[in-house]
Structures are given as structure tokens and as C-alpha cells.
């Protein structure tokens, strides 16, 4: 009688170290291959590169490897060779081929931003992000991709839905790093439609919760345009001259100071000092 080959924990790691030797052994030229491409992308050589890495995978189409490969090919097509077709169907292959690999999102990350900045095709832009975040258990990426698809929109003038994904947005996470932008872009998308009641309060909501924001100057800018906007010109005046000393383009601050004094001198029939020290921010 045939004895019956031994399964105990001993004859398992035996066979594990055995499979592990075979995998290492079958990835020896995939891993040489890699170290060819990476080397010519170093040496400056962009398209030896993508050869190289182009041959492993269609020699090793199933290597550990591959998802890299096709990474790589993205981002040489892209960034240094600009033939975006190819960069987009290697990336796709990393989502399609790999969906478990780390670079997945950030290979839709990378695929939105070119059908966004490339393409300009804000359909797919969209459509990308949207993977992104049906993907992504980081909630910080989640928020700048909230955010993004907003700007999308906006920048296609739909802004009542550049005003729902920001809403989402400011209610879902209010501290998130992007929050003070989004509110500030709803002001903005007011502004742009002529409701200047609505973008001024927004502007004043902004400033009031977000007053370390890095866009807090602009903010109060466009809060001074609101004024402006709304006749409310000596509100306005003062707002202008509280930016005279910190507004990067000084010159648009003195136009806007200037031109509201002549603005007022018209209506009142008297001068308007407009200029010397500016007032002290509030």
C-alpha cells in the first residue's frame, strides 16, 4: 500500500519556499527588464524607455511588474513625449488590467487631469473623477475631487451645479482643506450671474469662517466689487483702501479708488479724497 505524502505544516512551508523560488525565478527577466527601462528613462532616452517597458508587458503580460510598466509608459507619453492617446490607453490599462494595484488612482487622477487640460473635454474629466471617488478610501482625495468636479463645472458656466458639488462639499466636510475655496468660488458664481446680494454675503461668510485662508485677500476684494456693484460706494471705498498695502496688483486697487471717487464727486458735486494713507484693515 502507497503511503499517502506527508501535509503537515512542515511539507506546507516546504512547498510555499518552493513556489516563492519559482515566482522569483519567473520574475528575474521582467525585473531585469524594468531596470533596462528605468535606467534609459535616467539616461534621458524617453522613447528607449517605453520600448523597454512596452516589451515587458507583451513578453510578461501577468509579471508583478506590469502595472508599473504601464504607469511608467503613462508617464513618459504624457509629460515628456506629449502624445496624450498613449499616455490615456496606459493608464486605462492600469485601472482595467491591475484594479488592485496602488497606482490605479492615481492613474485616474492623471486621466482626468489630461482629458481636463489636454482634451478639454469636461464630460470625461468628470467622469474620471467620479471613479475617483467611488475608489478612494482617502478621505482628503475625496475632497480635493469634490472640489475639482465644481471647478469644472464653473469653468463650463454651469454654475448652479458648480454650486451643488461645492454645497456637498462644505456640508460633508467643512474643515477639509478645500472648503474655504469652495465657499469663495460660490461667491464667485454668484458674482459672475449679477447676484451681487448673494455673492456678497457669501464673500462676508468666507472671510468670517476661513479668516487664515490663503484666499482671504481676494475674498475681500471681491467683497469691496460687491459693494461696488451694489452702489454702496463709500462701504466699497473703504474696503479698496483697506487693500491698498497688501493687494499683490496695487495698480487695480488705486484704478478702483480713483474711480470711485469720481463716481462719488458725480453724485455728491463734491471731491472725494482719494488718496494718502489707506485705513487699517478692519
Given at each position: 500500500?502507497?503511503?499517502?505524502?506527508?501535509?503537515?505544516?512542515?511539507?506546507?512551508?516546504?512547498l510555499?519556499?518552493?513556489?516563492?523560488?519559482?515566482?522569483?525565478?519567473c520574475?528575474?527577466?521582467?525585473?531585469?527588464?524594468?531596470?533596462?527601462?528605468?535606467?534609459?528613462?535616467?539616461?534621458?532616452?524617453?522613447?528607449?524607455?517605453?520600448?523597454?517597458?512596452?516589451?515587458?508587458?507583451?513578453?510578461?503580460?501577468?509579471?508583478?511588474?506590469?502595472?508599473?510598466?504601464?504607469?511608467?509608459?503613462?508617464?513618459?507619453?504624457?509629460?515628456?513625449?506629449?502624445?496624450?492617446?498613449?499616455?490615456?490607453?496606459?493608464?486605462?490599462?492600469?485601472?482595467?488590467?491591475?484594479?488592485?494595484?496602488?497606482?490605479?488612482?492615481?492613474?485616474?487622477?492623471?486621466?482626468?487631469?489630461?482629458?481636463?487640460?489636454?482634451?478639454?473635454?469636461?464630460?470625461?474629466?468628470?467622469?474620471?473623477?467620479?471613479?475617483?471617488?467611488?475608489?478612494?478610501?482617502?478621505?482628503?482625495?475625496?475632497?480635493?475631487?469634490?472640489?475639482?468636479?465644481g471647478?469644472?463645472?464653473?469653468d463650463?458656466?454651469?454654475?448652479?451645479?458648480?454650486?451643488?458639488?461645492?454645497?456637498?462639499?462644505?456640508?460633508?466636510?467643512?474643515?477639509?482643506?478645500?472648503?474655504?475655496?469652495?465657499?469663495?468660488?460660490?461667491?464667485?458664481?454668484?458674482?459672475?450671474?449679477?447676484?451681487?446680494?448673494?455673492?456678497?454675503?457669501?464673500?462676508?461668510?468666507?472671510?468670517?469662517?476661513?479668516?487664515?485662508?490663503?484666499?482671504?485677500?481676494?475674498?475681500?476684494?471681491?467683497?469691496?466689487?460687491?459693494?461696488?456693484?451694489?452702489?454702496?460706494?463709500?462701504?466699497?471705498?473703504r474696503?479698496?483702501r483697506?487693500?491698498?498695502?497688501?493687494y499683490?496688483?496695487?495698480?487695480?486697487?488705486?484704478?478702483?479708488?480713483?474711480?470711485?471717487?469720481?463716481r462719488?464727486?458725480?453724485?455728491?458735486?463734491?471731491?472725494?479724497?482719494?488718496?494718502?494713507?489707506?485705513?487699517?484693515?478692519?
Amino acid at each position: 500500500m502507497a503511503r499517502r505524502p506527508k501535509t503537515g505544516p512542515r511539507c506546507w512551508l516546504s512547498l510555499g519556499v518552493a513556489l516563492l523560488a519559482v515566482v522569483t525565478g519567473c520574475e528575474q527577466m521582467p525585473k531585469a527588464i524594468l531596470a533596462t527601462a528605468e535606467a534609459r528613462w535616467k539616461a534621458g532616452d524617453y522613447l528607449g524607455a517605453v520600448q523597454a517597458y512596452e516589451r515587458l508587458v507583451d513578453d510578461y503580460p501577468k509579471s508583478v511588474f506590469a502595472d508599473d510598466a504601464y504607469y511608467a509608459i503613462g508617464t513618459l507619453e504624457y509629460l515628456y513625449l506629449n502624445d496624450y492617446p498613449k499616455a490615456v490607453e496606459a493608464f486605462q490599462k492600469v485601472v482595467t488590467e491591475h484594479p488592485d494595484s496602488p497606482l490605479v488612482l492615481q492613474a485616474e487622477r492623471t486621466l482626468a487631469e489630461i482629458y481636463e487640460k489636454k482634451y478639454h473635454d469636461p464630460r470625461r474629466t468628470i467622469a474620471e473623477y467620479q471613479k475617483l471617488l467611488e475608489w478612494t478610501q482617502d478621505r482628503a482625495v475625496a475632497e480635493e475631487v469634490q472640489y475639482r468636479i465644481g471647478e469644472v463645472y464653473f469653468d463650463q458656466g454651469d454654475y448652479d451645479q458648480a454650486r451643488n458639488e461645492w454645497d456637498q462639499l462644505l456640508k460633508q466636510a467643512p474643515k477639509s482643506d478645500w472648503a474655504d475655496n469652495a465657499l469663495y468660488r460660490t461667491g464667485s458664481s454668484y458674482f459672475l450671474q449679477g447676484r451681487y446680494s448673494e455673492a456678497l454675503s457669501t464673500y462676508q461668510e468666507t472671510a468670517k469662517r476661513y479668516p487664515r485662508s490663503d484666499v482671504r485677500v481676494e475674498v475681500r476684494f471681491w467683497i469691496a466689487n460687491c459693494l461696488e456693484e451694489l452702489d454702496r460706494l463709500e462701504e466699497a471705498l473703504r474696503e479698496y483702501r483697506s487693500l491698498a498695502n497688501g493687494y499683490p496688483n496695487p495698480k487695480v486697487i488705486e484704478i478702483k479708488i480713483q474711480s470711485i471717487g469720481n463716481r462719488l464727486k458725480t453724485a455728491t458735486g463734491k471731491p472725494t479724497v482719494t488718496t494718502g494713507r489707506p485705513a487699517e484693515p478692519e
